[in-house]
């Protein structure tokens, strides 16, 4: 095995290394040199685009249509997406390996899936009058750089608002770059361009001159963390200066005669130039290195290093990290590199493993947590295996070390080493992976369709698998050839049962792909009802949708389908729809009660439902008081459609009643004018506000008011046709008079022979309106209805105790009157005279 330091470099006072990635990544005949090329961050896709502007050579007619192929770091073809929109002047990546390309009129397409999915949007601004020439990307937005030098930037992918910075220089642009917001000054996307000798900064808002005379420069690029430029001059020299232009860093001389076709950044402490096949690597100070190669040379810059792409190679180059130099540079005395070379020792089972275990045991907790460390950033699966190997020694020797880093980096490589595999081809270097975090990660498989390698990664990991399950059952349906019942089997199969799955995604797909009858069939395996109930309205299965809402109990998801279907369907569809479901026919009764009647009216008469269509028409004629004839012509229509029914003959009687009732009381609106003395304070709960007295009025009320306003012959014939109950009459006569104050009146009707309601309603009434004279004179009627008990303390409420005592001595009631003669000590004469009448009873 060669040594670790094998491909090192020393670049000034630091040590670069090119880890070699993958061999024969591209067939030789795929001629990289013509084609633009743009790999997504965290070792992402690469997606190639061949250049226009390029001379080709002729492959045939199907090699000459223009697409973009997307491609691992390895070289397996992911994606090939047909192109035919127009001449491409952006290709990019964001953060979360969308594609994004822009071409010449501004429109915009976001690939989201790796698999030909997209959301389209347009710049506007001018884009598609002035053309675009070129766009910048950084994680979560781009910049495009309009013909007339305009540029428009859009900050997010997922609610694109594309907005125009402010207007720069009109002189031709050299170059350009941009500071994502996150790592300018102003929290807000800077775009730096080369205009002549100077680098102009455009911000929203500004455009500042940064104040530079050493221009033109060919190229300028912006580090990782925004805090360094790198600008490339005519004369072929590479100068590092400050974000802020304030401070120039270092600076190098390529000595070339020709610009470099691409500059990038690898990592942020170097800068790489790349021609057709060489490459400079430049360190801080002015140190550089070369590389040459066979084949052209493509840079795809990322986070914490460089790739180098060519037909035949895939490379990776970075500063070595300070925990690798630690233990792999010669002449390290650190105690990670003594701890690894003890563990040499020990497998050769020298005594001088223990010698040198011994001469670090003051800082071997620090040598283990190094070799830990140095082991995430191997890609050499060997020697992850030794340094992991001298950790675990290292470890095993103290006597207290705490193991859990050690096994999450054991997790963490037997992940890494998995998805570095050519077949997947996602070359993440230890720092790529922290950054990406593993849900991502498993986003990445399962675009990339590795379900297989996702379900085992989440298992080992402990992360949820449901997203993985319905990604892949989703990709069946569309891709299947089998007949759908064998598809729904063998879906149900492998997901039923399974914790978060959503069968609604796998039916939508399903659906989306044509297979109707498919995605019904999966539904019927979603668990919730909210999920189902809307895939099956768009689906057009209402039906379907109706009984799942009404299954579920929740009515505000069978309102939404009512609602739904209510402005779809035709009414006598409707009608029918629900009539078999009484749910969902009672929902619609409640809702239309109060919002519209008309169409409750018509459920009524469709379902045939007499009584209750009738029921309406009297609720209407009752709130349509105010208008006489409105409210008769709806009891006639009520008392129409009982017509036909003997069921409902007293309905139809009670609403005929009715009618004749407001005839009559629009009678008496004519006949009979208002009179606010005898009507004041007596209005009825259902008469009308208006001038109206007698409109509103139920039978017995307008009996109680023609009496009370002196109609007494008038409520008689009334009573008398309506017919009225005797009982009920007297009772309305009797309140009526008491009301009126009528006394002479009440006290002609105590001479009647009898009263269908006794007399005992006589008195009580009168007390109450305060005439306790005129009641006594009902006390004798009562006779033997009341108990003696009972006229005794009728006596006595009308202030009369003597008579009470008399009524007594009537009775032969002893203990009764000198009960009555003890209440009234506090009176003098009448305890004498009651005292008396004790006597008197006493000697009989």
Aim: charged share 25%; glycine share 6%; net charge negative.
């Amino acid at each position: 095995m060669s040594k670790p330091t094998a491909d090192w470099d020393r670049v000034g006072d630091r040590f670069y290394r090119k880890v070699k990635l993958y061999d024969e990544v591209f067939d030789q005949e795929l001629e990289l040199e013509n084609y633009l090329i743009a790999g997504a961050p965290y070792s992402g896709a690469v997606a190639l685009y061949r250049d226009e502007d390029r001379i080709h050579t002729y492959r045939g007619a199907q090699a000459a249509k223009a697409g973009i192929d997307i491609y691992s770091c390895a070289g397996k073809l992911i994606k090939h997406i047909n192109w035919d929109k127009g001449s491409i002047k952006g290709l990019g990546w964001s953060e979360d390996e969308k594609l994004l390309i822009v071409t010449n009129d501004g429109t915009v397409r976001c690939y989201y899936d790796l698999q030909g999915d997209f959301i389209p949007f347009t710049l506007g601004h001018g884009a598609e009058e002035h053309g675009v020439l070129s766009c910048r990307f950084w994680s979560t937005g781009f910049v495009a750089l309009l013909g007339n030098n305009n540029l428009i930037s859009v900050i997010n992918y997922h609610e694109p608002r594309p907005r125009l910075l402010s207007v720069p220089p009109e002189q031709t642009v050299e170059s350009w770059t941009l500071i994502p917001p996150a790592d300018s000054l102003s929290r807000s996307v800077e775009v730096l361009l080369a205009i002549g000798q100077t680098i102009f900064v455009v911000e929203a808002a500004d455009v500042q001159d940064t104040g530079l005379d050493k221009g033109p420069f060919r190229h300028i690029r912006v580090s990782p963390n925004g805090k360094f430029v790198a600008l490339y001059t005519e004369d072929g020299k590479v100068w590092v200066v400050t974000s802020d232009f304030q401070d120039r860093l270092s600076e190098y001389d390529s000595r070339a005669k020709t610009v470099p076709k691409d500059m990038q950044w690898c990592g942020n402490n170097a800068v790489v130039l790349a021609w057709e096949d060489e490459v400079h690597l430049v360190g801080p100070n002015g140190a550089a290195s070369k590389y040459y190669y066979d084949n052209w040379v493509h840079l795809l810059p990322d986070y914490d290093g460089l790739r180098i792409l060519t037909n035949t190679i895939c490379e990776f180059i970075q500063k070595v990290p300070d925990v690798t130099e630690s233990v792999f540079r010669l002449g390290s005395t650190h105690p990670s590199s003594v701890l690894l070379d003890a563990v040499d020792q020990l497998a050769l089972k020298s005594a001088k493993a223990d010698e040198d275990i011994q001469l670090i045991r003051a800082s071997l907790d620090e040598a283990v947590d190094t070799c830990v460390k140095a082991a995430g950033h191997e890609f050499s699966i060997h020697w992850q295996k030794q340094l992991l190997r001298a950790a675990s020694f290292g470890k095993s020797v103290l006597d207290l070390y705490n193991s859990d880093e050690f096994v999450d980096m054991c997790e963490t490589l037997r992940v890494l080493n998995a998805v570095r595999f050519f077949e997947v081809g996602m070359p993440l270097s230890y720092e790529q992976f922290i950054r990406l975090t593993p849900e991502k990660l498993i986003t990445r498989l399962i675009n990339r369709h590795e379900y297989l390698l996702a379900l085992r990664i989440s298992d080992y990991l402990r992360l949820p698998t449901d997203r993985i399950h319905v990604a892949w059952a989703s990709q069946k349906v569309r891709v299947s050839s089998d007949n759908e019942d064998a598809i729904c089997r063998l879906i149900v199969k492998k997901l039923q049962g399974k914790r978060g799955i959503s069968f609604e995604e796998v039916a939508r797909a399903a659906y989306d792909e044509g297979r109707a009858r498919l995605a019904t069939e999966l539904l019927d395996y979603e668990p919730r009802a909210g999920k189902q109930v809307p895939l099956l309205l768009s689906m057009k299965e209402d039906g379907i949708a109706l009984d799942k809402a009404i299954e579920s109990g929740d009515t505000d998801l069978i309102y939404h389908v009512l609602l739904h279907m209510r402005k779809k369907l035709p009414q006598a569809s409707f009608f029918r729809a629900i009539n078999s479901r009484p749910i969902a026919s009672s929902l619609v009764e409640a809702s239309a009660i109060d919002k519209d009647t008309e169409l409750l009216k018509d459920l009524y008469y469709q379902d045939d439902r007499r009584l209750d269509g009738s029921n309406l028409l009297v609720s209407e004629a009752i709130l349509a008081s105010s208008n006489t004839q409105s409210q008769a012509d709806k009891l006639k229509l009520a008392s129409k459609l009982l017509a036909d029914s003997k069921e409902y003959t007293t309905h139809r009687t009670a609403i005929d009643e009715q009618i004749k009732l407001l005839k009559y009381q629009e009678t008496l609106e004519r006949e009979l004018p208002p009179n606010p003395v005898a009507t004041s304070g007596v209005t009825s709960p259902g008469a009308t506000t208006d001038s109206s007295i007698w409109k509103g009025l139920s039978i017995n009320e307008t009996c109680f008011r023609l009496i009370r306003t002196g109609n007494s012959k008038r409520a008689s014939k009334l009573s008398s046709d309506f017919r009225i109950p005797e009982k009920t009459f007297w009772w309305l006569r009797l309140r009526a008079l008491v009301a009126k104050r009528d006394w002479a009146e009440i006290e002609e009707l105590g001479k009647t022979r009898r009263s269908p309601i006794g007399w005992e309603p006589f008195f009580n009434a009168l007390l109450a309106a305060g005439n306790p004279r005129l009641a006594s004179t009902f006390i004798a009627k009562c006779g033997n209805v009341v108990h003696l008990q009972e006229r005794m303390e009728m006596w006595v409420k009308c202030g009369m105790p003597v008579k009470a005592g008399e009524e007594a001595m009537k009775g032969k009631n002893l203990r009764a009157l000198e009960e009555l003669r003890d209440n009234m000590v506090g009176n003098s004469e009448v305890y004498r005279e009651l005292e008396g009448m004790v006597g008197v009873m006493g000697r009989r």
